[in-house]
């Protein structure tokens, strides 16, 4: 009767560190799918407000992003090697990106 409990016990104590990586590593994959989808880095993430390029650009927008599917395509089926550094758009194209959606834009595929 004893050894059956302490199997349970050391059995429970060995799960519930397991169960905490796995949470643990579900949110890592979680951000690092959202960074792809929306073409940022980590150091964009962490660092914006010191970032001297973000500064003018609004919270909600990323300003390197392509929409959902061109992000996704040039992350994993791109065949250009090496590292493009891009511009940061113009004010006024990051206002236009702030903007909400309506349903011509899903339509017209602004959202990806």
């Known amino acids: 009767m004893n050894g059956s409990w302490l199997k349970g016990l050391t059995g429970l104590t060995l799960l519930l560190p397991l ?3 796995l949470i643990v590593l579900l949110i890592l994959l979680m951000l690092h799918t959202y960074l792809a989808l929306t073409n940022q880095t980590t150091y964009e993430i962490a660092r914006r407000k010191r970032i001297s390029y973000l500064r003018g650009v609004p919270r909600k927008v ?3 992003s392509k929409g959902i599917c061109r992000n996704l395509y040039d992350l994993c089926l791109s ?3 090496g590292y493009v550094l891009e511009a940061v758009p113009p004010l006024d194209e990051l206002e236009a990106r702030a903007r909400p959606y309506t349903c011509r ?5 602004r959202c990806c």
């Open 19 to 21: 169960i905490v990586i």
């Open 62 to 64: 990323h300003p390197f």
């Open 79 to 81: 065949r250009q090697k």
């Open 105 to 109: 834009d899903v339509i017209c595929c």
